[in-house]
């Protein structure tokens, strides 16, 4: 398979779409989105800034078509490399900094690329903060504190991405989009996705199980305890 040829056909496809400027392929700009806060370094392809919504799921399918893989980057605050790639890296410009408060601020509806302290000044005159308090909540984003799951050294796991989420917009691998947040969203996407689902519900049962039965996690990962020697 000639890859050269598959990712210039995949640029062609997405400059159809996306403005030339924001698909970056010069050499210096591609080493500069190479490293995130870890010491990896993978040097991408082609680097994506995408302004909306529309223009994700486009990516997301155009790479779908070449079966081409893709990683999204926030802030890139983090020391683990997932926000590097050797392939397509999608990042957001600022057009994703939307915040709405909600229910006297019970609530607070934000687009991926608020940064998470912004996030808490928007609470702050209604005396409440986002609960995940990560070490670099001054610079990483929400779309990343969100993917990661953060926590932090205060609010530890009652607290952390997953259990203060109330809904969230969700774009798949084959560009289907589903809002956790809108009860039709959510019957269309069971009545689309029954494979998907299932498959969701035997993972979260397999999960249940495991966690409910540390004594065989230890057993089937290898790990020696009295218990799994005798």
């Not at 056909?9 to 997405?14: E, I, T």
């Not at 700009?29 to 870890?38: I, M, N, V």
């Not at 969100?146 to 917009?169: F, H, I, L, R």
């Amino acid at each position: 398979m000639n890859h050269t040829r598959d990712y210039d056909l995949l640029k062609q496809q997405l400059a159809t779409r996306i403005d030339s400027q924001r698909i970056i392929t010069g050499e210096a700009e591609r080493l500069a989105y190479g490293t995130d806060a870890s010491f990896y370094r993978l040097i991408p392809q082609i680097v994506l800034r995408l302004k909306d919504l529309d223009e994700v799921i486009f990516a997301i399918q155009c790479c779908r078509e070449y079966s081409i893989p893709f990683t999204f980057r926030a802030a890139g605050t983090s020391l683990s490399g997932q926000a590097v790639s050797d392939s397509v890296l999608i990042a957001l410009t600022d057009d994703w900094r939307g915040h709405t408060i909600l229910d006297e601020g019970a609530k607070i509806r934000l687009q991926p690329g608020v940064i998470g302290a912004d996030a808490n000044k928007y609470l702050l005159p209604f005396q409440r903060k986002i609960g995940p308090d990560p070490a670099s909540i001054n610079t990483c984003k929400i779309g990343g504190i969100a993917a990661n799951n953060a926590s932090g050294m205060c609010c530890g796991t009652p607290q952390n991405s997953y259990k203060t989420v109330d809904s969230m917009k969700i774009v798949l691998s084959d560009g289907t989009l589903v809002d956790t947040g809108d009860k039709a969203s959510i019957e269309r996407f069971k009545a689309n996705k029954p494979e998907f689902i299932g498959g969701l519900k035997h993972l979260a049962e397999t999960t249940k199980l495991t966690v409910s039965s540390p004594r065989k996690l230890l057993i089937n990962t290898g790990l020696k305890t009295p218990q799994a020697t005798r």
